[in-house]
């Protein structure tokens, strides 16, 4: 049993409900669109006060099963046009997991900018926002600490978020306190600052209650004893996500100079500086720390702490999506640059993906030269201050692209492409295609698959197959980097489900909720009025071959709708639904 909490901002009231049962599994990506389905809001503009941001965590909030923590969010996207959840680690799903809530709703808008303070009861209170407004995430985040103690997790609205810049995240905090966990995708944090909400605040209190608590506790044993053994889970532990800049340089998958290139160096010739080896290795010896958990309990600990020369803390964490988009993307080949520009980009609260293609479009367009950090660092402090610059860029690759009349963009649906170039990476191109989400490998990564000579129906079916795993996780709250043990152990994952919350859900349920979940989000995006235009790639990746492989992209948004509707409707007759995961609901 746990409370919902409707927060109407304008009246500031607040409704609570007590959810039991399946209720509180069927949480996350998959409540965040069925409640936009449900409320039929596809068609709103996102900035106004009818769009709801929806605050929801798993069933296993609150406790120390490994990375079982994470927060969705989730609204009608104002940098995409449709649906958006984004989900990020750090402290603050486990926080409301432990004040006995399984998540919130922002409804409406506040007329005064304000902070949200959560007591480990569950009482809610709002606070003048006035001393926080317009500082950076860091500065805020220790103020906020000043006012209510360092036993609490945040969750901020940066400067950016604050005058709706669209690539605002919200930035959360880790277990040390740093609020560098953020939901960066999609606008979620301009949709806050539409809402004049600031902050955050939550409690931390105790691991919450359970239906089956010694049941639980097996299963948390039994989960970290199955990612310890893992050679993939010790391999993320051991380099991070950074190792993927390695493979995906050798792969020649790497976003290059705004993806005109593959690959940044030969890697049999010359050591990648980039890549999460030599990170490691220069990071180790500095006296940082190579790995880090994002969230209380996480085996995995695929995070790191980087470090200056000198020893100093510079960021965390450094990931291998910042080091692709802002990074090589950008024409940089130092990580210590990388590094600082991550810190600047965190204290903004600005996703780095979407950053990093903007200022690469202004690099090839000849505004800069590719690898110039002073441009960069000059052009986050226009950002950061929100002039006529800072404001045109904070609103992402795709409207920067336009209004400089660009046609080597690479965005789908307005945003930016993660950093595995399509025309390599091909099972994660489709998903990046073909996901109602935008742009985003989150929603089906499959880097290392072998795509040579297999048809685009073959491909588009491993990437559903993904595609509805990875759902499913992100509506249970589970970090898709456990995907190696969760994926194969339905049991084990849905067993832990059940002592948690009392029900008697089967093996399938999972996939039965990722089907759901993909259905619900594709139906949001048609009444959007989304179409297989969207879903096509930038006609560049289909005519400018990429080196050293000298591919090109080969998958259509026509034919890989086709294939995706078949999937999907087999998928509904094998687990029972109607037509698709949508009619069971309508
Ligand atoms: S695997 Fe990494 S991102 Fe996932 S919960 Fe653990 S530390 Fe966080």
Not at 11 to 28: C, D, N, P, S
Not at 45 to 59: K, Q, T, W
Not at 181 to 187: S, T
Not at 312 to 321: A, D, F, I, K
Request: glycine share 12%.
């Amino acid at each position: 049993m746990r409370d919902y909490l409707t927060i109407d901002l304008a009246g500031k009231t607040v409704e609570r409900e007590t959810w039991t049962g399946e209720q509180l599994a069927r949480a996350g990506r998959y409540y965040i669109a069925k409640t936009m389905v449900e409320r039929g809001l596809a068609k709103i503009d996102p900035f106004s006060p009818e769009n709801p941001l929806i605050f929801s965590v798993g069933p296993f909030a609150g406790s120390n099963m490994s990375n079982a923590n994470r927060i969705s969010i989730g609204c009608k996207s104002p940098l995409t046009g449709g649906i958006k959840e984004a989900n990020a680690g750090g402290t603050f799903g486990f926080a409301l997991g432990q004040a006995e809530l399984c998540g919130l709703t922002l409804e409406n808008a506040s007329d005064d900018w304000t902070v949200i303070y959560i007591t480990k009861e569950g009482d809610v209170s709002f606070h003048d926002a006035s001393p926080y407004m317009g500082k950076g995430v860091i500065e805020s985040a220790a103020l906020l600490h000043d006012e209510f103690g360092e036993k609490v997790s945040l969750a901020i609205c940066g400067p950016v978020g604050e005058y709706q810049g669209l690539m605002a995240g919200i930035s959360m905090s880790d277990p040390e306190g740093r609020p560098v966990r953020i939901a960066a995708r999609g606008g979620v944090g301009a949709v806050m600052g539409a809402k004049k909400v600031k902050a955050l605040v939550c409690d931390k209190n105790k691991m919450p209650t359970y239906h089956d608590r010694r049941g639980v506790m097996k299963a948390v044993k039994e989960y970290g004893a199955k990612l310890k053994e893992d050679a993939a889970v010790q391999n993320l532990g051991a380099k991070g996500t950074a190792l993927v800049a390695d493979v995906m340089n050798s792969m020649g998958g790497l976003p290059v100079r705004n993806f005109s290139g593959g690959q940044l160096v030969d890697s049999t010739k010359e050591r990648m500086r980039m890549g999460g080896d030599f990170i490691r290795e220069q990071n180790m010896e500095r006296g940082g720390t190579p790995t880090h958990a994002c969230m209380p309990g996480c085996m995995i600990k695929c995070s790191n702490i980087y470090a200056d020369k000198d020893g100093n803390e510079m960021v965390s964490p450094l990931e291998y999506e910042t080091i692709g988009l802002l990074g090589t993307n950008c024409g940089l080949e130092d990580p210590d640059h990388v590094a600082k520009l991550n810190m600047t980009a965190n204290d903004l609260g600005v996703d780095t993906i979407e950053l990093g293609a903007t200022l690469a479009l202004l690099m090839e367009k000849g505004v800069a030269e590719f690898g110039d950090v002073p441009f960069m660092e000059a052009a986050l402090e226009d950002i950061r201050v929100g002039n006529e610059r800072g404001k045109m860029l904070s609103d992402g690759a795709a409207r920067v692209g336009e209004k400089l009349g660009m046609t080597r963009v690479p965005v789908i649906k307005k945003q930016a492409i993660s950093a595995y170039d399509p025309r390599v990476i091909e099972v994660t191109g489709i998903s990046m295609m073909s996901t109602a989400q935008g742009a985003d490998h989150t929603t089906g990564n499959l880097p290392t698959h072998d795509c040579d000579g297999k048809s685009t129906e073959e491909l588009v079916g491993e990437s559903m197959t993904v595609q509805m795993l990875c759902a499913a996780a992100d509506s249970v709250g589970l970090c898709l980097f456990g995907r190696s043990v969760t994926n194969i152990n339905h049991d084990l994952v849905v067993g832990a489900i059940n002592d948690a919350i009392g029900t008697e859900l089967p093996n399938t349920f999972l996939k039965e909720l990722g089907v759901e979940t993909l259905a619900l989000e594709e139906k949001f995006n048609d009444d959007a009025g989304f179409n297989a235009e969207d879903d096509e790639l930038p006609e560049f990746f289909y005519k400018e071959n990429l080196a050293p492989s000298d591919k090109t992209a080969r998958h259509h948004a026509n034919e890989v709708r086709a294939h995706r509707a078949d999937w999907m409707a087999n998928a509904a007759v094998e687990f029972g639904l109607t037509q698709s995961g949508a009619d069971r609901l309508y």
